[in-house]
């Protein structure tokens, strides 16, 4: 079994910055891909960076230039660093990785409970 441990939401006024912080753990072999997805009320679950296992990386428009994804394989975690934040940043923001576990040779979609961020104007 996997779980993924996200961290770092909050409440923070506009122009502000956050860390997200996804910790996968359990029954892990290999990690491929990890992301972000966020959801905010309303609105479908879209996508806002991802990272592959060897570092390419890719961003939704709007958030190009503000937030930067990054990862320790060392310590099997993903990062979400935004800056530059906007009232419409405000989602639940939710891990996702691509993992290969110990119990055979395929990979599975996993995702984090969510952690709320909030941006005030």
């Known amino acids: 079994q996997v779980q993924l441990v996200e961290s770092g939401g909050g409440l923070v006024q506009a122009g502000g910055s956050l860390r997200l912080s996804c910790a996968a753990s359990g029954s892990v072999f290999r990690i491929n891909a990890m992301g972000w997805y966020r959801q905010a009320p309303g609105k479908r679950r879209e996508l806002v960076a991802r990272?592959?296992?060897?570092?390419?990386?890719n961003y939704a428009d709007s958030v190009k230039g503000r937030f930067t994804v990054s990862r320790d394989n060392a310590k099997n975690t993903v990062y979400l660093q935004m800056n530059s934040l906007k009232p419409e940043d405000t989602a639940v923001y939710y891990c996702n990785a691509d993992i290969r576990t110990t119990m055979g040779p395929y990979n599975y979609d996993y995702w984090g409970q969510g952690t709320q961020v909030t941006v005030s104007s």
């Open positions: 990272i592959t296992s060897i570092g390419l990386t």
